[in-house]
Every structure is written in structure tokens, then in C-alpha cells.
């Protein structure tokens, strides 16, 4: 089955720790995403990639850094200078720019500091 | 600056019932506005697109409007049924080529 996957599902973080969420895809897409989804808020753009071994800055990009070594894959590292890192974390992917072509969900990671 | 909103954030109705979320955006000048299912605790789904050009789109039971001089859109829903009970988002592509997201309508069918 094509789809994108995330992992884990469940992470739990301590203050002061770095961790890394996985997102691979194998749709073959171009253009990869990571979004923050928190309570009573849309979805803000944490970085995006639209070709390998380069990405961008989203709106919120402080306290976080990606690679993207592999067309398939995205990880996400939320670094200790993220002072509010709880939150669901959405990957995405789309065959071109997400505004102009459809975009393709995983099932999110919540991530909670403990 | 692109605002999206979307009213009410929860909506609850007997199944059965054909119901409109409604979605608003601040400025005019979109290339596209589409429309996603969220599940709890899961990803996004995309349900329509609807270009600036277009003023509407079906998908089965789904049918999304756009007008975009008044900057709303509607999102229909015929013959609810409990499967569709979910949140319902809808996000606008800027003239920058930007996602801009509405908080969502948490949506409920009751049997």
C-alpha cells in the first residue's frame, strides 16, 4: 500500500532532550511537510522540502530542524530550544507544491514533555 | 495577513440531517481553498479542491461552494450519516502558494 508512515505514535520527551519523528513516504512525491496541530488552533508549518537535500523554513520553524537526505524520508528533530514542544505532529506529502496538488497525510505523532 | 476561520468549532445533529460547515477567509486573492476530514488522533484527509476560478465541487455526498468576493465557503453534507462524524478543516492556498488553516469543525452525528 502507498501511504506515508510516522513513528512513533506515542513519544514522551524530558526537558532539556532532543528527539527525532520519523515520516517516510513511498508515493514517490517530491514535496514533503511537517505541520504542529495544537488544541483550537489550524495547522502551522513547521518546515517544508520540495526536492531532496534542500528545505525551508515554515512559519514556526524555531527549535526544530529537518534533513532530507532521501526522497522518502523527513525527520523532524524538536530540539531543547523548543520551549513548548507538546503537541500532535502531522507529516505530509504531495507530488508538488501542497497548494496547487493534493496532500497526502500520516497519522501524526503526539509528542508530550514531561 | 490571510485569516482563515471556521464557525461554529463543534456541531452536533440526528443522522439524517443534510448540514453546512462554513468556512471564512480575509483576503480574497487565494489560488485554491480545500477541504479535509480529521479523524481523532489521526492524520488529514483531503476532500476537495476547489480552485479560484470554480465556484463549487462534488464528491459523493460531499459538495463544496467558494465565493470568493464575500470570502466564505460552505461545505455540504447530504443524508449525515455517524460515519461522517469527524473534524472537518478547510485551508486556503495564498498568492504565495501557502496553506492557510482554519481550527476546524468538530462535527458529530448522532444516531
Known amino acids: 500500500d502507498g501511504g506515508i508512515t510516522q513513528s512513533p505514535k506515542y513519544l514522551f520527551r524530558k526537558e532539556g532532550q532532543n528527539v527525532t519523528l520519523s515520516c517516510e513516504q513511498n508515493?514517490?512525491?517530491?514535496?514533503m511537510y511537517w505541520y504542529r496541530q495544537d488544541p483550537g488552533q489550524g495547522l502551522r508549518l513547521i518546515y517544508y522540502?520540495?526536492?531532496?537535500?534542500?528545505?525551508q523554513k515554515g512559519d514556526i520553524a524555531e527549535g526544530y530542524s529537518v534533513s532530507r537526505e532521501k526522497k522518502e524520508s523527513f525527520p523532524l528533530t524538536v530540539t531543547s530550544a523548543q520551549k513548548n514542544p507538546t503537541a500532535f505532529y502531522l507529516c505530509a506529502s504531495s507530488r508538488g507544491l501542497a497548494a496547487v496538488n493534493e496532500q497526502f497525510f500520516g497519522p501524526g505523532t503526539r509528542l508530550t514533555v514531561l | 495577513k490571510q485569516e482563515v476561520t471556521q464557525i461554529p468549532a463543534a456541531l452536533s445533529v440526528p443522522e439524517g440531517e443534510n448540514l453546512v460547515l462554513n468556512c471564512s477567509f480575509t483576503d480574497s486573492a487565494i489560488y485554491n481553498l480545500q477541504w479535509f476530514r480529521q479523524d481523532p488522533g489521526k492524520g488529514l484527509t483531503s476532500l476537495l479542491l476547489i480552485q479560484s476560478s470554480q465556484r463549487e465541487q462534488t464528491s459523493g455526498r460531499l459538495n463544496a461552494s467558494l465565493d470568493k468576493s464575500s470570502g466564505r465557503s460552505t461545505l455540504y453534507i447530504a443524508a449525515s450519516q455517524p460515519g461522517d462524524s469527524a473534524t472537518y478543516l478547510c485551508?486556503?492556498?495564498?498568492?504565495?502558494?501557502?496553506?492557510?488553516w482554519g481550527a476546524g469543525t468538530k462535527l458529530i452525528i448522532k444516531p
Open positions: 508515493l514517490n512525491h517530491d514535496a
Open positions: 485551508a486556503v492556498a495564498d498568492s504565495n502558494y501557502q496553506l492557510i
Open positions: 522540502s520540495q526536492i531532496v537535500n534542500d528545505f
